[in-house]
């Protein structure tokens, strides 16, 4: 499983605050890296994120539709929520 998740997002996106996360989330099964990749903490069940879009990836259609403020596809990484917010959740 890539660390990396497809996030359908608008041009004009707002962060979504996702539930705890349960023990079996899959996101915490990745071996490679199940942390937050703006504090750089270990993701843990319990733990509130959101997706934070990184951009439409490689892939040339999508590109293009986020360049012409249509919905597109984007790659997202898992922020925990006060990381992302400066919100307690």
């Known amino acids: 499983m890539s660390f ?3 996030h359908v997002i608008p041009h004009d996106h707002h962060l ?3 539930e705890p996360l ?10 490679e890296l199940p942390m937050c990749f703006a504090c750089g ?4 069940a319990g733990d509130v994120i ?7 990836g490689p892939d040339t259609t999508e590109q293009k539709r986020a360049s012409s403020h ?3 596809a984007a790659c997202a990484v ?3 929520w006060v990381c992302a917010t400066g919100e307690e959740p």
């Open 41 to 44: 903490v270990d993701l843990e």
């Open 50 to 56: 959101t997706l934070v879009p990184v951009g439409p």
């Open 16 to 18: 979504r605050k996702m």
């Open 70 to 72: 249509q919905w597109f």
């Open 22 to 31: 349960l023990e079996d989330h899959p996101i915490l099964e990745d071996t």
């Open 4 to 6: 990396l998740v497809q």
């Open 78 to 80: 898992p922020v925990h």
